[in-house]
């Protein structure tokens, strides 16, 4: 319908329940979380066979070294600091959860 739904979660718990009711097209999911680390909820969205194929995009105020950004992006199909995040990335992220 053209529509674009969003469902905010503010730490771990709650945005692995919103996932799994809601079954996302595409998940933005910051590293820093009050309850936990972002890169444990990729891990359990990984494990999950509901979840894994949800398109993930890692976004985070965090300076990531090199390392990082590549351990990221093993599981994550955009792995983005917060000041690199666009109109247009955003787009082009989107896309990818037309499933």
Do not use: M, W
Not at 20 to 41: A, H, K, Y
Not at 44 to 66: C, F, H, K, M, W
Not at 78 to 90: G, M, P, R, Y
């Amino acid at each position: 319908d053209g529509h674009t739904r969003v469902i905010e979660a503010v730490d771990c718990e709650s945005g692995l329940n919103a996932a799994r009711r809601s079954r996302p097209n595409v998940i933005f999911l910051d590293l820093q979380l009050p309850d936990g680390s972002g890169e444990d909820v990729l891990g359990e969205l990984r494990r999950d066979a509901e979840l894994n194929d949800v398109p993930v995009a890692i976004v985070t105020s965090r300076v990531l070294s090199s390392a990082e950004r590549e351990r990221l992006s093993l599981q994550a199909q955009l792995v983005l600091q917060k000041n690199e995040l666009s109109a247009d990335s955003t787009r082009q992220f989107l896309s990818l959860g037309g499933r």
